[in-house]
């Protein structure tokens, strides 16, 4: 069996089934769920933001055959990446990949097998995991450009065409401030004007549906560290018909734990009405 295992310590989120059990109920705290289609989770250690991604993650619909979760991290001149592995370990279980999906998918993006350890997508894994224990999944990480959008919209029209039920999950945190992050252009103290200015300006124009003016605040002002997989996520949802995006939630690694350097992080979705 080829399976890609855990590259992350037992400090970005649970090593067991019962604490994982435990932890997404109460997140969710028995809400219904909802009817998106795609959504914008952080992929922090579940101490920070674990919780948020829960609760984005439990607003798609609940009958999808594929679960496609895009990460980031990745300049605009990358290629598309793919985890090419027949199996994804986490502590629910073994999750099987849509090959068949994949393989199209990176053929029509001329994609390159991802071989490399990252948080983006392995930290959500576990999460969908658990919403999602029957359904297959990919795992994907696209570039910071304007491809991602069209790729996005690509994922639909071919998944239409395979008669494929999908999600997608889009991964991404937001403001990185601090000395931690070589990132202070308000100075120290500037956590107001990250979550009233900076995120705050990159979430409204994600609600809005406008995918150049996401990746240019993204860029310019650091407001994202993966917007490739904002864009996949929303170029998803604008094929589908849904243009406006939703806030599920907002807070900072400083609002859970209080440090002169912290992080961003939203739930976003788009869902059908």
């Excluded at 919780?51 to 605009?76: E, M, Q, W």
């Excluded at 998944?159 to 991404?172: A, D, N, P, Y």
């Amino acid at each position: 069996m080829n399976l890609r295992k855990r590259a992350l310590s037992s400090g970005w989120y649970p090593e067991n089934r019962k604490e994982i059990e435990d932890f997404l109920p109460r997140t969710i705290k028995n809400a219904p769920r909802g009817k998106a289609l795609s959504c914008i989770v952080p992929h922090a250690g579940w101490y920070y933001s674990g919780a948020l991604a829960g609760i984005s993650i439990n607003f798609l619909k609940h009958d999808a055959d594929t679960v496609i979760i895009i990460g980031g991290h990745l300049p605009a001149s990358s290629f598309p990446l793919f985890a090419m592995e027949d199996f994804f370990s986490t502590p629910l279980g073994n999750l099987e990949s849509d090959h068949d999906l994949r393989d199209l998918l990176l053929e029509e993006f001329n994609g390159r097998p991802d071989h490399y350890a990252d948080n983006t997508v392995e930290v959500v894994l576990p999460i969908a995991a658990f919403f999602y224990p029957s359904s297959k999944y990919i795992w994907m990480r696209f570039p910071a450009s304007m491809e991602s959008y069209e790729m996005g919209k690509k994922i639909f029209s071919i998944s239409e065409k395979l008669g494929r039920k999908v999600v997608v999950i889009g991964s991404t945190d937001l403001t990185h401030y601090g000395p931690n992050y070589d990132f202070m252009p308000r100075g120290t103290g500037a956590l107001d004007w990250v979550k009233r200015v900076n995120d705050a300006e990159f979430i409204a124009s994600v609600m809005e549906g406008d995918a150049e003016l996401s990746l240019q605040k993204a860029l310019k002002n650091r407001s994202a560290c993966s917007p490739g997989a904002v864009l996949g996520a929303m170029g998803f949802a604008h094929a589908s018909g849904i243009q406006k995006a939703q806030l599920g939630g907002y807070h900072t690694s400083a609002d859970v734990e209080m440090s002169e350097s912290f992080v961003g992080y939203a739930s976003l979705y788009w869902e059908l009405v």
